[in-house]
């Protein structure tokens, strides 16, 4: 038995604890740096991407002269959806939000190949945007489609540039009512406080479409207080005759009403055309809104 042995026995027995050679301290190895993330497979996009419009348009559209009904929130747009979905040559279906999707070209071959073909990446959104879209109209058996979700009004000339057949209609209302309405829908989640730039943005990018594209512009409040002047005139607009079957709009089915997706609550649910609020006065509009006001002759 080694004297190693036996000392570390009584000094365990005594102490709990035994004696070993101390190791070479190595030094620590600096950590290897991590190479960056790639990024994701929908953030990559194709080199030299172009929004343009379509290079064959005989094959690269089915959709044609598409209507996009252009309005900020809280203007009344689902309103006015449901009466136009009550046509029986228009189809107006929820917001698709379809502005929103995109594609993934997540390997080289597959980015390879469609430079190839001759796509840029916006392209092949833009077949993918057009093919939802035909596919709603096709279901539906009637003839017009008009698309209305709100945000489409940020990339209006993106839509123009997709669809260079498009039509537009441009729903205006009270931007302070538009203040008001947007705050009581959700009134812990969207404080007055931002109200005003929040639907603002939207009504600004609004008035810049109205300045730069041709279509039909028609008031909320118009539309509630004499509709059916209102709606001859859009009619008119649209190349279809009066129906007045479209304002009893709660006898079709116009999908599901709930948020995200339109207007969901009870004034869309009772089917009929309800009376709007009563405008607001001037000496209680907030600065930011008198120009827009002065601009849509509300002030």
Not at 8 to 21: D, F, M, P, Q, V
Not at 160 to 175: E, G
Not at 205 to 227: F, K, N, S
Request: proline share 9%; with cysteine; hydrophobic share 35%.
């Amino acid at each position: 038995m080694s004297w190693k042995y036996r000392a570390n026995a009584t000094l365990e027995g005594l102490t709990g604890y035994t004696i070993t050679r101390a190791g070479r301290r190595r030094a620590a190895k600096a950590p290897e740096p991590r190479p960056a993330p790639r990024p994701a497979p929908e953030t990559q996009r194709l080199p030299d991407d172009v929004v343009r419009e379509p290079v064959d348009p005989a094959h690269d559209r089915l959709l044609r002269e598409p209507v996009f009904l252009l309005s900020s929130v809280r203007s009344g747009s689902t309103l006015l959806r449901v009466i136009l979905n009550s046509h029986s040559r228009i189809h107006s279906p929820i917001e698709t939000h379809f502005r929103r999707m995109t594609v993934a070209f997540g390997t080289d071959p597959v980015r390879q190949a469609m430079r190839l073909l001759g796509h840029t990446h916006a392209d092949v959104e833009h077949l993918v945007w057009d093919r939802l879209l035909h596919r709603e109209l096709s279901r539906s058996g009637k003839p017009i489609l008009v698309e209305k979700t709100p945000s489409n009004v940020f990339v209006w000339k993106r839509l123009r540039t997709c669809w260079p057949d498009a039509r537009f209609i441009f729903l205006l209302r009270h931007p302070m009512s538009i203040v008001q309405s947007w705050h009581e829908a959700d009134p812990v989640k969207r404080p007055m406080a931002e109200a005003v730039p929040r639907t603002l943005a939207y009504m600004n990018h609004l008035q810049e479409a109205r300045t730069q594209v041709e279509g039909h512009t028609l008031r909320y409040e118009d539309l509630v207080a004499e509709p059916e002047g209102t709606l001859k005139d859009l009619c008119a607009f649209l190349g279809v005759s009066w129906e007045p079957g479209m304002l009893n709009y709660g006898d079709k089915d116009h999908g599901t009403f709930q948020k995200g997706v339109g207007d969901w609550r009870d004034k869309i649910k009772s089917g009929t055309v309800v009376a709007g609020r009563p405008l607001p006065p001037n000496d209680e509009l907030p600065p930011e809104l008198e120009e827009i006001c002065r601009l849509w002759d509300y002030c």
